[in-house]
């Protein structure tokens, strides 16, 4: 072989065995990925019925549509966007119906907050005509990490236009009680003017009053009061009539509802010793004449007879369970009251499954005054009352360790000094079908004199009591098959009715299966837990009756009742549009307000941002350079040449 066929054979050797060698290393490749993210934008818009009921309503259906539509196929070449529709909740959707019966802008923007948190979320764009009239006021919402471009719809100009614009009522009163209402007017544009209104219970005028309108932006409440002449579900009609020259008359009517309850309540207070606080609470419970008290001090309630859960609709237990003794009276059927103080055994008063447990070391107590829970939602506290009981002297509440269960909740939380504790000082909770109430401390006695030193009555310690006693009694239902539904409902909620079976042991169960007829319409209930529950979702506006039964043992259950589906008409309230609150959110939050026929400049103002950027993803991955197929095709192409030029030369 020539010189130059020996070096290149060397070459190929050599370079074939270093590949091989080095490959015994186990070298790694590093490979990265890029990958582009583009900047989402939100086009959220408002899809209720007061866009529709403005001057302007027919372009919104045609030339402004249509510019959202150009508007989203521009943003769409550049950015990804993610459209949605408000009103009574959010929902995804590019082209609102304008259907929606209640606006709630706040629970929609935090849904949205909560969605894309940690998102590429480069704006927000928020259509609507800030009229709000559920959930809380958007203005008040922390700052979003994105900027907020809002476009302002609806007519802010003032009509002539009287307004019911608030009704506020209890939903349950007393046969032969007095119950009060009140109602909140709104007139703009309207100076001079009067109007007559009218309140009617099937069909007959039960109140009545002339309204003078002094101003132009007029508002007035008008307190009245009516008497609960018939047990059941009442209803009452609202009329406002027409004045001269008024644009609309949608929302000069209203209807409400009110659950009469017929009967006397037995109630029979059970204390370890004597005590101030007894005393409070017969006067304020014997002030309302559907209920009958008795009391039983020391021993008197071990002495008597009674079969507690059938002789009395409510116990109230003050320091029961007693320290030092037993405690054997079955509470498994019967509504409860517990005043726990300094004499309650809570070892016995954990046994009772109220919902709430206390875990002491120490038997001390500490004086705690009340803080309102504005969540609490099982019955309405009005809001005057709420904060005079704010203000009266502290209980003394057992010193301990507090965890409230599912079931329970806190209407009062306890505030040590001039700290708002997690601790419940009041608290209500649910077992079985059966309600507690628990009030964690001694004292009441001095709420009740304090409230009459400062107010010159007893007012809001009486609403305290009477709301507890109503809530707690409310569910006294002795039968094996119960069915639970609220009596009202609103128009824009689902309706959702719960059942219970109880065994012969009174424990709960949903083995067989359970029907219920509502208007002549059959369903059947889906098993929740150890009970059942049907979801009808959004009913028509009327009046429904259902019968509900269940076959267990052989025998046939069944439990009727009735509720009303009512029309809030929330959307025909207020029509006059508040661009100030869209203003002030663009403006917390780095952004601007535009009216319907700006919305073709956004595009260009998103694109003029240098903080809407696209996020590049970089994803870094380690292989084995052996497993790569070029390593085995150089390795394969180095040998074979070396063989072939070996074989050419005669050398093989």
């Known amino acids: 072989m020539s010189k130059k066929l020996v070096i290149a054979l060397s070459i190929l050797r050599f ?8 490959l015994l290393l186990s070298p790694l490749v590093k490979y990265q990925h890029n990958e582009q993210e583009k900047p989402i934008i939100l086009i959220v818009q408002d899809n209720s019925q007061s866009v529709m009921l403005s001057a302007d309503s027919a372009n919104y259906r045609d030339d402004y549509a249509q510019r959202m539509v150009q508007m989203m196929n521009e943003l769409s ?5 993610h459209p949605y529709l ?23 923007l935090m849904d949205i907050e909560q969605r894309y948190r940690g998102r590429n979320v480069g704006a927000m764009i928020l259509t609507g005509d800030g009229i709000v009239n559920v959930g809380q006021n958007p203005a008040t919402l922390p700052p979003f990490p994105y900027p907020i471009y809002s476009v302002a719809l609806g007519d802010t100009t003032l009509r002539r236009d009287a307004t019911l614009s608030n009704v506020r009522f209890n939903r349950i009163a007393y046969l032969g009680n007095q119950f009060p209402i009140e109602i909140a007017i709104r007139a703009t544009a309207l100076n001079g003017q009067r109007q007559r209104l009218s309140i009617r219970h099937k069909g007959v005028e039960v109140f009545s009053k ?39 008359v949608k929302n000069n009517n209203r209807t409400f509802n009110i659950e009469v309850i017929d009967g006397h309540q037995k109630i029979a207070i059970l204390a370890a010793h004597p005590h101030p606080d007894v005393a409070a609470l017969r006067r304020s419970i014997e002030e309302n004449q559907n209920y009958e008290v008795q009391t039983f001090v020391g021993n008197d309630w071990r002495q008597s007879h009674h079969d507690w859960s059938k002789d009395y609709d409510l116990l109230i237990l003050h320091n029961l369970p007693p320290k030092g003794s037993p405690f054997d009276i079955d509470l498994s059927r019967i509504p409860v009251l517990f005043i726990v103080g300094s004499q309650t055994d809570l070892n016995q008063f954990n046994a009772q499954h109220t919902g709430v447990t206390i875990t002491s070391k120490l038997e001390k107590q500490t004086e705690a005054t009340a803080a309102f829970n504005k969540h609490f939602t099982n ?63 001694e004292g009441l006695w001095r709420w009740r004199l304090h409230d009459y030193m400062e107010n010159r009555n007893h007012d809001a310690f009486s609403q305290l009591i009477e709301k507890i006693l109503v809530y707690t009694t409310l569910q006294a239902n002795k039968e094996r098959f119960r069915v639970e539904s609220h009596s009202v409902y609103d128009d824009n909620e689902a309706v959702i009715i719960d059942a219970e079976l109880y065994d012969d042991n009174f424990e709960p169960t949903n083995q067989p299966e359970a029907h219920i007829n509502i208007n002549d319409a059959q369903y059947v209930f889906g098993k929740s837990g150890q009970g059942y529950r049907i979801n009808l979702g959004i009913l028509d506006t009327g009046r429904y009756k259902y019968s509900a039964t269940v076959n267990y043992g052989g025998i046939n259950l069944s439990s009727s009742g009735h509720f009303i589906v009512e029309s809030l008409k929330q959307e025909e309230i207020n029509l006059v549009a508040n661009h100030s609150l869209l203003n002030t959110l663009s403006k917390r939050n780095k952004g601007e307000m535009f009216s319907p026929s700006q919305i073709d400049q956004l595009p260009e103002v998103l694109r003029q941002r240098n903080d809407i950027k696209p996020i590049i993803y970089s994803d870094i991955s380690y292989k084995e350079l052996i497993n790569l197929p070029l390593i085995f095709i150089l390795i394969l192409l180095l040998l074979s040449t070396e063989w072939i030029l070996r074989k050419y030369s005669g050398e093989l």
């Open 77 to 81: 070449k550049t950015y990804d966007v």
């Open 210 to 248: 002339t309204i003078d309108y002094l101003g132009s932006d007029f508002s007035t409440i008008i307190p009245v009061t009516l008497t609960a002449e018939e047990a059941g579900l009442q209803s009452y009609s609202i009329n406002l009539s027409v004045a001269q020259g008024e644009t609309s």
């Open 379 to 441: 019955f309405t506290l009005e809001d005057a009352t709420a904060s005079v009981l704010e203000q009266l002297p502290p209980l003394s509440a057992p010193f301990g360790e507090y965890k409230m269960q599912c079931n329970a909740t806190s209407l009062f939380s306890s505030k040590i000094g001039e700290i708002v504790t997690e601790q419940p000082l009041i608290a209500v909770s649910q077992q079985q079908g059966v309600r507690r109430t628990i009030i964690f401390g």
């Open 86 to 108: 408000y009103g009574t909740s959010l929902t995804a959707g590019d082209t609102p119906s304008y259907g929606d019966n209640a606006t709630n802008m706040s629970d929609a």
């Open 15 to 22: 370079l074939g065995i270093s590949v091989i060698t080095y």
